[in-house]
Protein backbone atom coordinates (compact mmCIF):
# COMPACT_ATOMS: atom_id res chain seq x y z
CA UNK A 1 0.00 0.00 0.00
CA UNK A 2 2.98 2.17 0.63
CA UNK A 3 4.61 1.65 -2.63
CA UNK A 4 7.71 -0.23 -1.47
CA UNK A 5 10.41 -1.39 -3.71
CA UNK A 6 11.58 -4.31 -1.12
CA UNK A 7 10.74 -5.91 1.68
CA UNK A 8 13.21 -7.53 3.84
CA UNK A 9 12.03 -9.62 6.84
CA UNK A 10 13.00 -12.22 9.49
CA UNK A 11 9.42 -13.70 10.91
CA UNK A 12 8.91 -16.01 14.14
CA UNK A 13 7.40 -19.05 12.78
CA UNK A 14 9.29 -19.29 8.56
CA UNK A 15 6.24 -21.81 7.73
CA UNK A 16 3.18 -19.36 8.78
CA UNK A 17 1.15 -16.42 8.44
CA UNK A 18 3.29 -14.41 6.79
CA UNK A 19 3.71 -15.81 3.31
CA UNK A 20 0.34 -14.98 1.67
CA UNK A 21 0.97 -11.37 2.67
CA UNK A 22 4.23 -11.32 1.54
CA UNK A 23 3.50 -13.88 -1.38
CA UNK A 24 0.93 -10.65 -2.44
CA UNK A 25 3.75 -8.20 -2.48
CA UNK A 26 5.97 -10.05 -4.30
CA UNK A 27 2.97 -10.59 -6.79
CA UNK A 28 2.75 -6.78 -7.06
CA UNK A 29 6.63 -6.82 -8.54
CA UNK A 30 8.02 -5.72 -4.09
CA UNK A 31 11.55 -7.68 -3.61
CA UNK A 32 11.76 -9.69 -0.70
CA UNK A 33 15.00 -10.79 1.43
CA UNK A 34 14.53 -13.47 4.04
CA UNK A 35 17.20 -12.74 6.82
CA UNK A 36 17.63 -14.73 10.22
CA UNK A 37 15.80 -18.07 9.10
CA UNK A 38 14.27 -19.30 5.58
CA UNK A 39 11.07 -18.34 4.58
CA UNK A 40 8.80 -21.48 3.15
CA UNK A 41 8.50 -20.49 -0.05
CA UNK A 42 10.70 -20.03 -2.85
CA UNK A 43 10.04 -16.19 -3.91
CA UNK A 44 12.78 -14.78 -1.78
CA UNK A 45 15.53 -12.89 -3.88
CA UNK A 46 18.16 -13.90 -1.33
CA UNK A 47 18.51 -15.34 2.08
CA UNK A 48 20.97 -14.50 5.05
CA UNK A 49 20.87 -16.41 8.09
CA UNK A 50 22.76 -19.22 10.57
CA UNK A 51 23.18 -22.59 11.04
CA UNK A 52 21.89 -23.14 13.95
CA UNK A 53 22.88 -26.67 14.42
CA UNK A 54 26.77 -25.54 13.72
CA UNK A 55 26.60 -22.62 15.87
CA UNK A 56 25.54 -24.87 18.69
CA UNK A 57 27.67 -27.39 17.87
CA UNK A 58 30.63 -25.28 18.67
CA UNK A 59 28.77 -24.88 22.19
CA UNK A 60 28.29 -28.23 22.49
CA UNK A 61 32.65 -28.81 21.67
CA UNK A 62 33.25 -26.56 24.51
CA UNK A 63 31.53 -28.18 26.77
CA UNK A 64 32.68 -31.45 25.34
CA UNK A 65 36.27 -30.14 25.88
CA UNK A 66 34.96 -29.10 29.76
CA UNK A 67 33.57 -32.41 30.48
CA UNK A 68 36.92 -33.74 29.30
CA UNK A 69 38.95 -31.80 31.37
CA UNK A 70 36.93 -31.39 34.36
CA UNK A 71 34.43 -34.20 34.98
CA UNK A 72 37.06 -37.21 33.34
CA UNK A 73 35.78 -40.86 34.87
CA UNK A 74 32.28 -39.27 36.52
CA UNK A 75 29.89 -42.38 35.95
CA UNK A 76 27.25 -39.76 35.55
CA UNK A 77 27.27 -36.55 34.05
CA UNK A 78 23.77 -34.87 34.34
CA UNK A 79 22.68 -32.31 31.71
CA UNK A 80 19.80 -30.22 31.67
CA UNK A 81 18.58 -28.09 28.21
CA UNK A 82 16.20 -24.93 28.18
CA UNK A 83 14.96 -24.45 24.97
CA UNK A 84 12.27 -22.45 23.22
CA UNK A 85 10.78 -25.45 20.89
CA UNK A 86 7.10 -23.73 22.43
CA UNK A 87 8.00 -20.31 20.41
CA UNK A 88 10.03 -21.10 17.12
CA UNK A 89 10.63 -24.92 17.13
CA UNK A 90 12.17 -25.56 13.78
CA UNK A 91 15.44 -23.01 14.98
CA UNK A 92 15.14 -24.40 18.91
CA UNK A 93 15.31 -27.91 17.93
CA UNK A 94 18.20 -27.60 15.72
CA UNK A 95 20.28 -25.67 18.21
CA UNK A 96 19.12 -28.42 21.09
CA UNK A 97 20.46 -31.04 18.38
CA UNK A 98 23.86 -29.41 17.32
CA UNK A 99 24.48 -29.14 21.00
CA UNK A 100 23.40 -32.25 21.98
CA UNK A 101 25.20 -34.22 19.24
CA UNK A 102 28.48 -32.22 20.09
CA UNK A 103 28.29 -34.78 23.48
CA UNK A 104 26.02 -37.48 23.45
CA UNK A 105 28.46 -39.79 22.99
CA UNK A 106 30.70 -38.98 25.92
CA UNK A 107 30.39 -42.13 28.48
CA UNK A 108 28.19 -41.35 31.45
CA UNK A 109 26.58 -38.52 29.34
CA UNK A 110 22.71 -38.14 30.18
CA UNK A 111 20.08 -35.80 29.60
CA UNK A 112 17.99 -35.25 32.41
CA UNK A 113 15.54 -32.90 31.59
CA UNK A 114 14.51 -29.96 29.06
CA UNK A 115 12.16 -27.14 29.04
CA UNK A 116 11.07 -24.67 26.52
CA UNK A 117 10.70 -21.28 28.24
CA UNK A 118 12.48 -18.31 25.64
CA UNK A 119 12.28 -15.22 28.12
CA UNK A 120 14.48 -14.83 31.10
CA UNK A 121 12.38 -14.76 34.03
CA UNK A 122 10.51 -18.39 32.25
CA UNK A 123 13.80 -19.78 32.30
CA UNK A 124 15.07 -19.03 35.72
CA UNK A 125 11.94 -20.53 37.16
CA UNK A 126 12.22 -23.14 34.86
CA UNK A 127 16.01 -23.80 35.54
CA UNK A 128 15.33 -23.46 39.56
CA UNK A 129 12.59 -25.99 39.29
CA UNK A 130 15.29 -28.73 37.30
CA UNK A 131 17.83 -28.08 40.04
CA UNK A 132 15.46 -28.59 42.69
CA UNK A 133 14.58 -31.71 41.24
CA UNK A 134 18.27 -32.69 40.28
CA UNK A 135 20.59 -30.56 42.76
CA UNK A 136 23.67 -32.87 41.50
CA UNK A 137 23.06 -31.42 37.94
CA UNK A 138 26.32 -30.95 36.25
CA UNK A 139 25.51 -28.88 32.89
CA UNK A 140 22.64 -26.71 31.87
CA UNK A 141 22.52 -25.44 27.91
CA UNK A 142 20.70 -22.37 27.32
CA UNK A 143 18.88 -23.11 23.33
CA UNK A 144 18.65 -19.02 23.38
CA UNK A 145 19.66 -15.99 25.22
CA UNK A 146 16.95 -15.70 27.78
CA UNK A 147 17.37 -19.89 28.29
CA UNK A 148 21.25 -19.01 29.27
CA UNK A 149 20.55 -16.27 31.09
CA UNK A 150 18.07 -18.02 32.82
CA UNK A 151 20.15 -21.19 33.74
CA UNK A 152 22.97 -18.85 34.94
CA UNK A 153 20.77 -16.66 37.30
CA UNK A 154 19.05 -19.96 38.52
CA UNK A 155 22.42 -21.18 38.97
CA UNK A 156 24.43 -18.33 40.85
CA UNK A 157 20.71 -17.83 42.95
CA UNK A 158 20.79 -21.76 44.06
CA UNK A 159 24.46 -21.82 45.09
CA UNK A 160 25.07 -24.83 42.83
CA UNK A 161 28.40 -25.67 41.20
CA UNK A 162 26.58 -26.32 37.68
CA UNK A 163 28.22 -24.68 34.56
CA UNK A 164 26.23 -23.56 32.08
CA UNK A 165 26.64 -23.20 27.83
CA UNK A 166 24.47 -21.40 26.00
CA UNK A 167 23.45 -19.23 22.49
CA UNK A 168 23.67 -15.45 22.36
CA UNK A 169 26.26 -12.77 22.62
CA UNK A 170 25.37 -9.50 23.90
CA UNK A 171 26.89 -7.13 26.54
CA UNK A 172 25.60 -9.14 30.03
CA UNK A 173 26.91 -12.29 28.15
CA UNK A 174 30.06 -11.40 28.41
CA UNK A 175 29.46 -9.79 31.65
CA UNK A 176 28.75 -13.27 32.86
CA UNK A 177 31.87 -15.25 31.10
CA UNK A 178 33.96 -12.80 32.66
CA UNK A 179 32.51 -13.43 36.18
CA UNK A 180 34.77 -14.71 38.78
CA UNK A 181 31.51 -17.46 39.97
CA UNK A 182 32.84 -19.50 37.22
CA UNK A 183 29.37 -20.39 36.06
CA UNK A 184 28.88 -18.98 32.04
CA UNK A 185 31.70 -21.12 30.43
CA UNK A 186 30.63 -20.63 26.44
CA UNK A 187 28.38 -19.23 23.95
CA UNK A 188 27.86 -19.46 20.34
CA UNK A 189 26.76 -15.78 18.56
CA UNK A 190 24.97 -15.16 15.27
CA UNK A 191 26.07 -12.19 13.52
CA UNK A 192 22.76 -10.26 13.48
CA UNK A 193 24.27 -7.01 12.14
CA UNK A 194 25.74 -8.85 8.92
CA UNK A 195 22.78 -10.91 8.44
CA UNK A 196 20.46 -7.70 8.71
CA UNK A 197 23.01 -5.32 6.61
CA UNK A 198 23.37 -7.94 3.96
CA UNK A 199 19.92 -8.27 3.67
CA UNK A 200 19.41 -4.06 3.12
CA UNK A 201 22.56 -4.33 0.59
CA UNK A 202 20.82 -7.35 -0.93
CA UNK A 203 17.87 -5.51 -1.76
CA UNK A 204 19.55 -3.02 -3.12
CA UNK A 205 21.39 -5.43 -5.82
CA UNK A 206 18.31 -7.17 -6.66
CA UNK A 207 16.55 -3.94 -7.32
CA UNK A 208 19.32 -2.25 -9.67
CA UNK A 209 19.26 -5.74 -11.27
CA UNK A 210 22.40 -7.20 -10.32
CA UNK A 211 22.56 -11.48 -9.24
CA UNK A 212 22.98 -12.21 -5.41
CA UNK A 213 23.32 -15.55 -3.74
CA UNK A 214 19.93 -17.07 -3.29
CA UNK A 215 21.29 -18.42 0.28
CA UNK A 216 24.11 -17.53 2.07
CA UNK A 217 25.32 -19.07 5.99
CA UNK A 218 26.50 -16.12 8.07
CA UNK A 219 29.15 -17.43 10.58
CA UNK A 220 29.25 -16.72 13.96
CA UNK A 221 31.29 -16.69 17.30
CA UNK A 222 32.03 -19.07 20.25
CA UNK A 223 33.41 -17.06 23.64
CA UNK A 224 34.96 -18.93 25.88
CA UNK A 225 36.42 -19.04 29.41
CA UNK A 226 39.52 -20.94 28.32
CA UNK A 227 40.10 -17.79 25.44
CA UNK A 228 39.86 -14.54 28.03
CA UNK A 229 41.74 -12.38 25.16
CA UNK A 230 38.88 -12.49 22.81
CA UNK A 231 35.94 -11.97 26.00
CA UNK A 232 37.67 -9.05 26.84
CA UNK A 233 37.82 -7.62 22.65
CA UNK A 234 34.40 -8.54 22.53
CA UNK A 235 33.64 -6.49 25.70
CA UNK A 236 35.57 -3.07 24.77
CA UNK A 237 33.27 -3.36 21.65
CA UNK A 238 30.44 -3.49 23.46
CA UNK A 239 30.85 -0.55 25.72
Not at 59 to 80: E, F, H, P, R, W
Amino acid sequence: ARGVDAICITTLDPKAGSIPALQAAFDKGIKVISYNNTLGADFPSATYKSDDATLAAASGKAAADYIKANLKGKKTIKVAIINFKAQVPDQSNARQGGFWDAIKDIPGVTLVAEASAPAVDQATKKAGDILTANPDLDIFFGCNDGGTKGAVLATKTANKKTVVFGFDVDKQMVGFLQSKDNILQAVTGQDPYKMGYSSVEAAVKVLNGETVEKMTIVAGQTLSRTDPKTIDAVAKTLK
